[in-house]
């Protein structure tokens, strides 16, 4: 049983992982207790305790391979010794680190997590059809009609409209992930001093 394993020092360490993952994954399992009895007995020994922190919540940390719970993870025990962490979430990329637990003491282990490049799309419609210069964030993108949609990361951006004739067009628009934003856009005609307006183009 889990007791008698708890009772090896030396497997100490792998019987807290081992078992913290199962209370983790399994907490209504009837073994709960007797997982719970051998963490107790290895917590007895030679432990320090371990508090990982990252700028994001809701990372699952794996430690030597074994899930143990979700940031923030505070003051968990574990027997003192070197450990490889393992930071995953499906908007993060994966973030690696490496701790050394002492007994007695407790350690912090800050990693830090970039997020995931996420895209989506816009559509952009234009009424006149052709001809409009579309910029995003300032940045020259494309001249209408636009053969397909745009795929960029995901954030808001400032969509500016512009044809010589025309008054600029300009709205924000926030791109989503995975998600095409349409934008339709009618620009109104500029009338020059003591013209009529129109939207004459010189050839």
Same mark, same amino acid.
């Given at each position: ?29 009837? %073994?709960?207790?007797?997982?719970? !009895? ?9 432990? +320090?305790? #371990?508090? &990982? @922190? *990252? ?47 002492? %007994?007695?003491?407790?350690?912090? !282990? ?9 895209? +989506?799309? #816009?559509? &952009? @419609? *234009? ?77």
């Amino acid at each position: 049983g889990a007791g008698n394993i708890a009772k090896h020092l030396n497997k100490c360490r792998d019987v807290i992982l081992m078992f913290r993952g199962f209370l983790y994954l399994s907490p209504q399992d009837p %073994e709960v207790r007797n997982a719970r !009895a051998a963490i107790g007995a290895c917590e007895a020994k030679q432990t +320090g305790t #371990l508090t &990982v @922190k *990252t700028e994001a919540t809701g990372l699952e940390v794996l430690v030597d391979g074994g899930l143990i719970g979700r940031t923030p993870l505070t003051d968990m025990k574990l027997v003192a010794g070197t450990y490889r962490l393992l930071l995953r979430h499906p908007d993060y990329e994966d973030a690696t680190a490496e701790v050394t637990v002492r %007994e007695g003491e407790p350690v912090e !282990a800050s990693v830090p997590v970039r997020k995931k490049l996420l895209f +989506g799309f #816009l559509e &952009v @419609k *234009t009424e006149p059809a052709d001809g409009v210069q579309v910029f995003l964030d300032e940045v020259p993108s494309g001249v209408t009609p636009l053969k397909e949609k745009l795929r960029l990361e995901t954030k808001k951006y400032l969509l500016r409209l512009e044809k010589s004739g025309y008054d600029r067009w300009i709205r924000n628009v926030n791109i989503q992930r995975d998600r095409t934003q349409t934008v339709s856009a009618t620009l109104e005609p500029v009338a020059p001093p003591g013209q009529p307006a129109a939207p004459a183009e010189g050839r």
